[in-house]
């Protein structure tokens, strides 16, 4: 059964700190893994990723895929208040079907 | 865990025809769905949201005659894309919120694509 897990659900930080959201799933046909953030409407997208050990890189944020261990990491470095938002991990599976996992919620506290 | 289901995953129709997609939940009860878009590079748009028993909430820029949304149960919401044309294919997903509890979580569908010949 494919699937999604993020962990964890919930974090509060301090300005500054650094986060590591996790991602892990359960794939039949890996397509591309997904991070999106979302804060009032629709999520945003993040990263896209299909091979592993890449690391893509966007300001403070930056993600990495390990096909072998089936996860990803999104970090944020140097958190500020407005990184403060649902961070979502979604698996593209065979079928161009999508399976979400629920979100780590982040809170970053001045 | 809680699933959220979407019916049919694909659907290929012609100019001008109306297409109904389902969006369920299946072991809880959502007083609140969501309806996307997906756009190129992944980006998603809210189109509306769906509240059980009364009118929905469209986004700014988005037909409400032209995209039909009924939630008629608290398991159950239906997206209606009238009239269908090619600009209409698209990737649509809907989520659905959970209510009650320490805290408020969405699950979201896998998604229905629509393509419009």
């Known amino acids: 059964e494919d699937k999604v897990v993020q962990s964890p659900l919930s974090l509060v930080v301090h300005e500054g700190d650094t986060v590591t959201l996790n991602c892990s799933y359960e794939v039949t046909n890996f397509r591309s893994l997904l991070w999106y953030k979302q804060e009032k409407k629709a999520p945003t997208f993040l990263f896209m990723l299909?091979?592993?050990?890449i690391e893509k890189k966007s300001g403070r944020l930056s993600s990495i895929l390990d096909k072998k261990e089936l996860f990803s990491i999104l970090n944020i470095t140097a958190t500020q208040t407005g990184d403060s938002a649902v961070y979502l991990c979604?698996?593209?599976?065979?079928?161009?079907?999508?399976?979400f996992g629920t979100g780590t919620s982040l809170t970053v506290i001045p | 865990g809680a699933v959220v289901s979407q019916h049919p995953s694909w659907v290929i129709c012609k100019s001008g025809t109306s297409v109904k997609i389902e969006c369920r939940s299946l072991d809880f009860q959502a007083t609140t769905m969501f309806w996307y878009r997906q756009f190129p590079k992944q980006s998603l748009m809210l189109m509306a949201t769906s509240n059980e028993g009364s009118k929905a909430t469209y986004e700014q820029g988005v037909e409400k005659d032209k995209f039909l949304i009924n939630h008629a149960s608290l398991t159950l919401s239906t997206l209606t894309v009238t009239s269908a044309h090619p600009e209409d294919s698209s990737f649509y997903i809907c989520?659905?919120?959970?209510?009650?509890?320490?805290?408020?979580?969405?699950?979201f569908g896998p998604g229905t694509r629509l393509l419009v010949l």
């Open positions: 299909t091979s592993s050990g």
């Open positions: 989520s659905a919120r959970t209510s009650g509890g320490i805290q408020e979580t969405q699950y």
């Open positions: 979604a698996l593209e599976g065979g079928g161009n079907q999508f399976y």
